[in-house]
């Protein structure tokens, strides 16, 4: 089948188009340095035409609270508006676990936005929920970071590889769509400070975490289950220390 991957350059889009073209699909990488571009419908039409599934995996260049919801509400109203045109009879977007419960962040809230707008779209979908990746540990350390150390709040943490997302959002795509969600996380639950204590060490950043119960994730504040998955969650197979040794 023709899939194509909006965002499909990025870290894991490129991941997914290789293992769709591994498994003998038309994958087509979309991303505005390929012709199409979601945020002014360029190149949207002629990308999707005979195509069975739509997977969006793109991201804001901006975290800015309104910028980044102009950029998941325009892209995907677009979107779906060409899906409808052409015809593609599934959407796949990935999404974070927990945006329902950290409404004052404005990116998670931009997120449910997305969401809102591809449930309502009446185009069959699949939302795929992953916790944080280990390839931001260093940015999300650097956002926590203080004059006196990083600041990272005693909170659960259950982050996961890349390839593992990848791997579970390409299942889902060739799959039928859920017309719901699937929560996706890493095979290892951590406290937040304790991981980041360490992982900090095996990348050679001689920051000191600081265990700050206040500490805010880009600017909330968290609760014991902020940001892992309650109730059932397909798990990783990647631990972070293999991972980090690769």
Known sequence: ???????????????????????????????????????????????????????????????????????????????????????????VAVSIVGTERLPDNGYFAAKLAQEKLIKESGIPYSLVHATQFFEFVKGIADSSAQVDGVHIAPVAWQPMAGDDVADQVAETAVGEPLNGRRDIAGPDRYRMDEFFRKALAELGDPREVITDPKATYFGSELVEDSLVPIGAATLGRIHYGEWVKA
């Open 1 to 91: 089948m023709k899939i194509v991957v909006i965002g499909g350059t990025g870290l894991i889009g490129s991941k997914l188009v290789r293992r769709f073209e591994a498994h003998g699909h038309e994958a087509v990488a979309a991303s505005p340095n390929t012709g199409v571009n979601s945020l002014t419908g360029e190149g949207l039409t002629e990308a999707m035409t005979g195509a069975s599934v739509v997977v969006d995996v793109s991201n804001s260049p901006s975290f800015e609270p309104q910028a980044v919801m102009d950029f998941f509400t325009t892209s995907s109203a677009n979107l779906l508006a060409a899906e409808k045109e052409t015809g593609v009879g599934h959407h």
